[in-house]
């Protein structure tokens, strides 16, 4: 591996794209000091240019470097902190090192500390902040295995290290902390309630509702992590699901159904797969499993994956604005 994590290093110290793990999802990574080897990433992923990056460091110790961190000393030592590394992003006044392709062009820049060995091993080789989103193709499921990775920007990049599952499995928390209350701008792992906690004052919770009609930073889009495959999503504990299906049709509920009962045997005459993201219902387990399922399910070209939703506490908010976003392609 240390061969690897040298490799890697050298192909970002010399301009060029690698595949790396983090505990959130895997990462197409560039050296976010050189612009020309930022603007790679846009376009092996087709991304627009108006949505900005995240940037990678090793520990809070760069913030410095990188932004004006002195404006918010006492809410960036209580979460950093707390959290990292984490998988919690904050957003800082940036500074002029940081290329306008990174944030584009905004005077913010978002920062986060990821807590993978491996991503970690070539923060420390590498010396470079890391600008990286996911790797996959704009817009597709995020890849939580370098299996996903390899079944879509396989061939647009040559190093490519696997680290195993994420053991997250949903992107990072993104928390402004420059705004007068601080704002969760995307939902993750780190809930609300336990960033309040910590930083010891209110904090806007994120509203898929607010922000799908009316998105206050790029990035908060309607429809993103979409399946190919038709995607519907049903409510928590809804068995009543005949009315759903189209085709050759897949379910998946976020628990093993208890001793598939006689609503579940009817709904086997009918699906064609019955799965689940999570044996005993552990949204932590339902998270980790939710891309690669979904991926897996859309390779497996049926007409339609119905989904149910988790409840709506703790991680399975972020889990529900994922499937929601994932879902809008298909609503009418
Ligand atoms: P990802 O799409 O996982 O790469 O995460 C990037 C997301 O972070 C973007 O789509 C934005 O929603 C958010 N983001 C990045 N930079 C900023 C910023 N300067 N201000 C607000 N949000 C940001
Ligand atoms: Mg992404």
Not at 35 to 50: C, D, M, W, Y
Not at 65 to 83: D, N
Not at 87 to 110: E, F, H, Q, R
Not at 227 to 254: C, K, M, P, W
């Amino acid at each position: 591996m240390n061969a690897d994590i040298a490799a890697a290093s050298q192909e970002l110290k010399g301009g060029g794209v690698v595949i790396l793990p983090t505990e959130t999802v895997y990462g197409l990574a560039a050296n976010a000091l050189d612009e020309k080897a930022v603007r790679k990433i846009f376009t092996i992923k087709g991304r627009p240019l108006n949505n900005p990056l995240i940037l990678h460091v090793l520990d809070s110790s760069w913030l410095e470097r990188y932004s004006h961190v002195k404006k918010y000393p006492v809410r960036v030592e209580k979460i950093t902190g707390a959290f990292w590394p984490g998988p919690i992003t904050i957003i800082l006044p940036k500074k002029a090192v940081i290329p306008d392709i990174v944030t584009s062009g905004y005077g913010t820049v978002a920062i986060r500390c990821p807590d993978h060995p491996i991503f970690r091993a070539v923060l420390l080789a590498s010396d470079l902040p890391l600008a990286a989103p996911s790797a996959n193709p704009f817009g597709y499921v995020s890849p939580t295995c370098i299996g996903q990775v390899k079944a879509t920007l396989g061939d647009r990049v040559k190093i490519m290290l696997d680290g195993g599952e994420c053991a997250v499995g949903l992107e990072s928390t993104i928390l402004d902390i420059t705004s007068t209350v601080p704002k969760i701008l995307r939902p993750g792992a780190i809930a609300a309630d336990a960033i309040a906690k910590v930083l010891g004052e209110d904090v806007i919770d994120y509203d898929v509702q607010i922000v799908s009609k009316n998105p206050c930073v790029p990035g908060q889009l309607k429809q993103h992590y979409c399946t190919d495959t038709r995607l519907v999503l049903f409510e928590h504990g809804n068995r009543d699901l005949s009315q759903y299906f189209a085709g050759r049709t897949a379910i998946v509920f976020t628990q093993r159904p208890k001793d598939f009962d006689g609503t579940v045997k009817n709904l086997q005459l009918l699906a064609e797969a019955i799965l689940w993201f999570s044996d005993d219902g552990n949204l932590n387990v339902v998270a980790r499993n939710l891309f690669s399922t979904l991926q897996r399910l859309d390779f497996a070209h049926y007409d339609t994956i119905l989904c149910e939703r988790p409840p709506r506490t703790g991680i399975g908010i972020a889990i529900d604005d994922r499937l929601l976003r994932a879902a809008a392609k298909f609503r009418r």
